[in-house]
C-alpha cells in the first residue's frame, strides 16, 4: 500500500484469510484514506495490526480505527494488535479498545481490560431546574482556566470579543460545573464540556490549536521513591469528576502502581492539591502539565515530576448554548483570526494559547465516548 501523508501500511502476510500488517507513521485524520482501505478485507478474516513503528496516535486517529474495527466485527473479522507503547497502549484501553490487545496465555488476556481503573464513583449534580432563555442583548461567558495565572488575560479576551461581536457579555471564572441556564459562551474542561454537549446541547465551536490536556503526576522533591513504589498512598488531585483524575490513574496502572488500592483526596482545585502534597498530607498530586509548568520556582523546586502522559487525546473546549447557536460561525471566525492582530496576539500570549481551531467530529466523539463510559 502506498504512502498518505507520512502514514504506511505494509502488509506482511495474507494467506488463508489470515493477514498481518505493520502500521507505520502517525495515526490522525490524514490516516484516512489507508485505513479505510483496510475495510476490503474478507469477511470471518483474522486480522493482527503490528504498531512497532506507530509514531504517535491522536484522538482522531483512535476515532478512525474504531470505525475499522467496527466494519471488521460485523464481517465476524477477528481482530489483535502488538508492540503498542506505553501511552498508546492506555489509550486503547482509556476508550474501550483494550479487549483488541494480543495477550500472551489466560492470565495475561485478564490484564489488558483489567488494568482499568472503575469508573469514578460521584455524587450526580443537582442541576437548578430549567429556567427559559429570555433574549437579550447581554451574553454570559463562562472560563475554566487551565491556570490562575490566565485570569487577566480572560477579561481581555471578553473585552476583545464584546467588540468583535458587539454585544455586552459578562466575564466570570469557575471551578465548578457551569450553570446552562445562565450561560451563553463557555470554555470548559474536557469532562465538563461532555456533560454540556450532552445533556444541554452546547455546540462545540474551537479548541486551542496544537494543545491537549497533558497529566502529570508529582510527588515531593525530597521523596526519592519511583512510581510503582507508593503502594498504598494518598493522591490529591482537584476533583473526582475530571479527566486528569482519569488519565492520572491509567498512568499509575501503565507503570505497575494499582490505581484502585490508592486513597484519593480531592480538594476542589489543583493548587489546593499541590499544598495537600507540600504539607505531606498527601504522597502523589496528579495535576495539568499546564498547570505544574506555570507553577512558580518556589513550587516547582518543592516538587518532582515522576511521570506525564503523552496522549494527544483531550483537549478545552470554546462551547456555545444552543439559543445562540446562530453565532457560532461569527465566534469561530473571530477566534480563528487573532493571530492575525497584534491584540489578539497579546491576549492568546496572556492565556497562554496558541491560537484557536475548528475541533475535528471524530476528536469530539471520542471525547463523548469516554466520557459516556466513565461519567455519563
Known sequence: MSMNNNFTIKQIAGDNNNFTFNLVGAIDAHADTMLGSLTQIPANSYVLLDFSQVERVNSMGLSLLLKVFENWEKQKTRIEVQNLDRMVSMLFKITGLGRFIKTEGAAAAGTAEGINPEPPRHVEIKAAAPVAHVA????????????????????LLNTYLQRRMKKAIHF?????????????LLFAKPFEASLMIKRHGFIPVMRPSSEADEVVIL?????????????????????????????????????????????FDFSGNEIKALQTLIRKKADLAFMLKKTYEGLSSFSKNSVRKLDESQTDFACHLFLVAPHIQNQAEALGEIL??????????????????????????GEVQMLQMVYDRYRG
Open 172 to 184: 466570570e471564572q469557575t471551578v465548578d460545573t457551569p450553570n446552562p441556564d445562565s450561560t451563553d
Open 336 to 361: 480563528a483570526a487573532m493571530t492575525e492582530d497584534d491584540q489578539g496576539k497579546q491576549i492568546l500570549q496572556d492565556i497562554q494559547i496558541q491560537g484557536w481551531s475548528k475541533p475535528e467530529e
Open 136 to 155: 437579550s442583548d447581554k451574553l454570559n461567558f463562562v472560563a475554566s482556566m487551565q491556570s490562575g495565572q490566565q485570569l487577566t488575560g480572560w477579561y
Open 219 to 263: 510527588t515531593r522533591s525530597d521523596d526519592t521513591r519511583t512510581l510503582a513504589e507508593y503502594a498504598d498512598v494518598c493522591v490529591s488531585t482537584a476533583t473526582e469528576s475530571s479527566f486528569v483524575y482519569l488519565l492520572g490513574r491509567f498512568l499509575c496502572d501503565e507503570n505497575g502502581l494499582d490505581s484502585s488500592k490508592l486513597t
